[in-house]
Structures are given as structure tokens and as C-alpha cells.
């Protein structure tokens, strides 16, 4: 079983900054990719950005390319998510989620973090 704990969530003022974590525990050995979604208020959830676990390559949506830059810890065990130059769409719940064998297949996911931005 894999576990996935979000944080870093919270309110702020548009042009600022935030930082989420992704700690995830349980089998995690041979994961193939981490990645971030979203989901605003009435729509669906959409991807943001991922990161390979091997190799480290990384992947955004064309909506936060050049804000947010997806990264990871030593151990890999933490994923982590800095968002520069908020902006109020950036606003929603905020999941990481885990695929184990890649094809984008994510099988894990966490309770996700809110993040707010104000106008």
C-alpha cells in the first residue's frame, strides 16, 4: 500500500508564492512518475506538472509552465511543488498522486490540499 499526505496549502494574494509537499510512504520502491493535479470549483480535475522518478525528468501543463517548478528529495519520498506568480485560476484543491508502472496510470492518490489566491 502506498500513503500520499499533501501540505503546504493555504490563501494568498495574487503574484505570490507557495510551496506544496508530497510525502509519500508504504511501497513506493520502483515508482515510475509523481505528479500534481487540480481540481477547481465545477470542473474536472486537470494535470499540472509531474516528475519521473528516474532520471528526474519533468512535465507541466502550458497553464503553469514557467511559474511552478515540480521537484524532489534525495530519497524521493518527498515531491514537492513551488508556485511563483499565483494567479486567482490557480485556485483549488491541489492532489499529488502516484504511477507505479508509467503510462500516466495513477493508482495513488492523496487527500489533497486547498490552495486560494485572491484577486
Known amino acids: 500500500q502506498v500513503q500520499l499526505v499533501e501540505s503546504g496549502g493555504g490563501l494568498v494574494q495574487a503574484g505570490r508564492s507557495l510551496r506544496l509537499s508530497c510525502s509519500a510512504s508504504?511501497?513506493?520502491?520502483?515508482?515510475?512518475?509523481t505528479g500534481w493535479f487540480r481540481q477547481a470549483p465545477g470542473r474536472d480535475r486537470e494535470f499540472v506538472a509531474s516528475?519521473?522518478?528516474?532520471?528526474?525528468?519533468?512535465y507541466y501543463s502550458d497553464s503553469v509552465k514557467g511559474r511552478f517548478t515540480i521537484s524532489r528529495d534525495r530519497t524521493g519520498n518527498t515531491v514537492y511543488l513551488q508556485m511563483n506568480s499565483l494567479k486567482p485560476e490557480d485556485t483549488g484543491v491541489y492532489y499529488c498522486a502516484l504511477d507505479p508502472g508509467g503510462g500516466a496510470s495513477y493508482d495513488y492518490w492523496g487527500q489533497g490540499t486547498q490552495v486560494t489566491v485572491s484577486s
Open positions: 516528475i519521473r522518478t528516474s532520471g528526474g525528468s519533468t
Open positions: 508504504g511501497r513506493t520502491i520502483g515508482t515510475y512518475a
